[in-house]
């Protein structure tokens, strides 16, 4: 505080006026320039990926028709198209939708509502704050460990990629989910505990359905980054393929003709049901040389995109409903 | 329940929904521990599969080479990594260094960015801009990578080539341009948050004694808010070393020790797609090597992880 008397020494009682020169003139100026430095940097971002839409549009537009969903990849790009990358990333969205729901939720409910505070706890949460840092392409050595060498003896079907998307997702789902349930206001669990309700009941009718914008979009975020991801997959070892995936859990048309021994034949679990992602299908026609092939992957990309970016949006338009 | 038919006092009927209840909660209770418990056994899983191969790998590569290279017969130090080749070397620094230099170009992109983006976001934007403005900028995280390394290569590279003389087609210059773009979200999120902790008082005090918005920001919140900012920056970093599909894009395959950034690299991430794709028997070296390199990766990110970790966990406990 001492040094306060250097400012009051600067100021001449006599004349009124002070030797202490603010600089005004010079510090707006810097304002001005760092306020803009940062309107800069926040929209820099957006003019890229404004720019990336654009240069994809403009170089996959002639692909962009119908046939690209009817075509099976072929040497000759002009008869190659996405469906069976398309149909295997809608069927990986959905069973990985209906794993991941319940397990995320069941997580973030017990680490939020049911833990105690002790090791366990402890551990889970300081696991799952780790798995949710990890690389994806270190789950896709994961998946190539235990699922595609482990349980279909080296075959990477559309299981094995099921399953590596689901724990790859599962963490930042189980993190999103708990600040969901944690902004549910304790008030809300203590009126139902007062009319007699139990953990579960207070949990199932109150604390979810208030919980329940926020995991939603946790969920819909972390699916569509699931989506996108090319790495493990390319790990896994899927390939190209030339025909639709097997969506149904059980044949039922073995199951209707009473031929039980048949009814896993022919469906999502068989050991020939190769699969393909629209993002690996786009990463082996970018790596292809002929411009023919750049082009489908860039139309390929809009697609992508489209989806992605549209399971963004409605995330975000939930979150803003939410609040 | 059927008893409570027999039996209709009130007292008994509710002591028999208890038990029946309490049973019921317990066991609700004992499921959601194991879908938690799930992924606990995620992480053994990957530490198991990591470990198992890498431990095979040593048997046939040395753990000496893979550190600190080999010195050849002739006399000369030799340090590369060529595990699919039919002279094979297992020396990782190669890799290591074209992980290094992408992400520290990422990171000179990312860092002032990012930051930039949360000192907007958290001191000038209004509510109501703010609101609107981070989930958009969210959206550059939520864009496919594979994306990225296309737009990368066939968008980026082209352009710089143009400025830069010697650039190769696949360049650890544009890879890292386009990561930093990717990881701009994960600083600026991070960041803001630390900065909307910072006591109002602390602003005002410093609006008191007169200073500009600007001197506000760079003097009294970006100091207060520094330890969320640091972990910010090496979630960040673990990012940019974890990326694949840039990197696999659009800075080659081709490990080697260099510090010059238009020249194609190969880093550890891109090293492993490569060798998968390319279909590698099940106990060969190569296919060993792939988790060797696994590994490495895996334990970087996770040392990255906790230093962040912790420097949060004390920025927690400052200010509540």
New interface residues.
């Given amino acids: 505080m001492s040094n306060g008397s250097d400012i009051l020494d600067t100021f001449d009682g006599q004349s009124g006026e002070s030797k202490f020169d603010?600089k005004l003139e010079a510090?707006?100026l810097?304002?001005k320039v760092?306020?803009a430095?940062?309107?800069?940097?926040?929209s820099?971002?957006?003019i890229?990926?404004a720019?990336?839409i654009f240069?994809?549009v403009k170089?996959g537009s002639s692909r962009l028709n119908w046939d690209l969903f009817q075509l099976y990849p072929s040497r000759r790009p002009l008869e190659s198209g996405y469906r069976a990358a398309v149909l295997g990333s809608v069927a990986m969205l959905s069973y990985v939708l209906l794993l991941v729901i319940?397990?995320g939720v069941?997580?973030a409910?017990?680490?939020e509502e049911?833990?105690k505070k002790n090791w366990l706890s402890e551990?889970?949460e300081l696991?799952?704050?780790?798995?949710a840092?990890?690389?994806?392409?270190?789950?896709?050595?994961?998946g190539?460990?235990?699922f595609v060498?482990g349980m279909y003896s080296?075959r990477a079907v559309l299981v094995t990629g099921i399953l590596t998307i689901t724990?790859l997702i599962?963490?930042p789902v189980?993190v999103i989910s708990r600040e969901a349930i944690r902004a549910v206001p304790q008030s809300v669990r203590q009126a139902s505990y007062g009319v007699g309700a139990?953990?579960?009941q207070t949990i199932r009718h109150h604390v979810l359905p208030a919980a329940l914008p926020g995991i939603l979009t946790a969920v819909i975020?972390s699916t569509?980054?699931g989506i996108?991801?090319?790495?493990p997959i390319?790990?896994?070892?899927a390939g190209t393929v030339l025909f639709d995936p097997k969506f149904s859990p059980i044949n039922f048309g073995a199951l209707f003709s009473g031929n039980i021994g048949n009814v896993f034949a022919d469906t999502l679990w068989s050991n020939d049901n190769f699969f393909s992602v629209l993002?690996y299908q786009?990463?082996e026609w970018?790596?292809d040389p002929k411009p023919e092939f750049?082009v489908l992957?860039?139309a390929g990309?809009v697609v992508?995109?489209l989806l992605?970016?549209g399971m963004?949006l409605i995330a975000?338009f939930l979150?803003?409903r939410a609040k | 329940m059927s008893s409570s038919v027999n039996n209709p006092q009130p007292d008994s009927l509710d002591l028999y929904q208890r038990a029946d209840r309490n049973i019921r909660e317990s066991a609700i209770g004992y499921a959601l521990l194991f879908c938690a418990f799930i992924s606990v056994l995620t992480t053994i899983a990957i530490v198991y599969v990591l470990a198992s191969e890498t431990v095979s790998f040593f048997g046939k590569a040395s753990i000496g080479e893979f550190l600190f290279g080999k010195t050849l017969e002739n006399g000369t130090y030799s340090c590369s990594w060529t595990p699919q080749f039919a002279d094979k070397s297992f020396c990782v620094w190669p890799t290591v260094n074209g992980t290094l230099m992408v992400a520290a170009i990422a990171m000179v992109v990312a860092t002032p960015l990012g930051l930039a983006t949360a000192v907007y976001l958290s001191e000038y934007a209004s509510p109501k801009a703010g609101k609107i403005l981070r989930p958009v900028i969210e959206l550059l995280a939520g864009v496919p990578t594979v994306v990225y390394g296309y737009f990368a290569l066939s968008s980026i590279t082209p352009i710089l080539s143009k400025l830069i003389p010697g650039l190769q087609g696949f360049n650890a210059l544009s890879a890292g341009l386009i990561m930093g773009v990717m990881i701009i979200p994960t600083i600026a999120s991070i960041s803001t948050d630390a900065m909307r902790a910072v006591p109002i008082s602390l602003r005002e005090a410093a609006y008191g004694l007169g200073s500009t918005k600007k001197e506000v920001a760079t003097s009294v919140v970006l100091p207060a808010a520094l330890s969320g900012i640091c972990a910010a920056i090496i979630l960040g970093i673990s990012r940019a070393v974890g990326e694949t599909m840039i990197v696999a894009i659009a800075a080659g395959q081709r490990p080697v020790l260099t510090l010059d950034p238009r020249q194609t690299v190969g880093t550890m991430t891109a090293y492993i797609a490569q060798v998968a794709k390319g279909d590698s028997r099940v106990g060969s070296v190569e296919y060993e090597a792939l988790f060797a390199v696994g590994m490495t990766l895996f334990l970087i990110t996770l040392l990255l992880n906790i230093i962040s970790k912790q420097i949060s966990k004390r920025f927690q406990e400052t200010y509540e």
């Fill in positions: 603010p510090r707006q810097w304002g760092f306020a430095f940062c309107i800069f940097a926040t820099l971002g957006l890229v990926l720019f990336l240069e994809v170089d319940p397990l069941c997580s409910i017990y680490l049911y833990a551990l889970i696991n799952i704050y780790n798995l840092g990890i690389p994806s392409i270190i789950y896709g050595l994961l190539l460990g235990l060498r080296g724990l599962l963490p189980i139990t953990k579960w975020i569509s980054r996108g991801e090319t790495a390319v790990v896994l070892g993002p786009i990463y970018v790596g750049q992957a860039s990309i992508l995109l992605v970016l963004n975000i979150r803003s």
